[in-house]
């Protein structure tokens, strides 16, 4: 079964920049389009960034120009590298397919103080 394993959260001031990687056990699925997903207190888990098997990528308007993200396929890893993070970007962060199809991993936290 594939597994999912998100790293690299924290906790950083507002302004500051984190990078999450995402390890995807089979490269088969690493071929997917591939998203990162957070989750804050309270609120549902939603799509923040996405992309394609050719390198498209789409972003949610909250994290547009801030947010990019990037894979690497040798490795099957895919990144978010999250810069001018915001206290509204606090959340656990996920990855998995879009749509999501595999089961989730732990997630990574990520804290940003104001």
């Known amino acids: 079964q594939v597994q999912l394993e998100e790293s690299g959260g924290g906790l950083v001031q507002a302004g500051g920049s984190l990078r999450l990687s995402c390890k995807v056990s089979r490269s088969s699925f690493s071929m997917n389009t591939m998203g990162w997903y957070r989750q804050a207190p309270g609120n549902q888990r939603d799509l923040v960034a996405k992309?394609?098997?050719?390198?498209?990528?789409n972003y949610a308007d909250s994290v547009k120009g801030r947010f990019t993200i990037s894979r690497l396929y040798v490795t099957s890893t895919v990144y978010l590298q999250m810069n001018s993070l915001k206290p509204e970007d606090t959340a656990v962060y996920y990855c998995n397919t879009d749509p999501p199809g595999v089961p989730w991993g732990q997630g990574t936290q990520v804290t940003v103080s104001s």
């Open positions: 992309i394609t098997s050719t390198g498209r990528t």
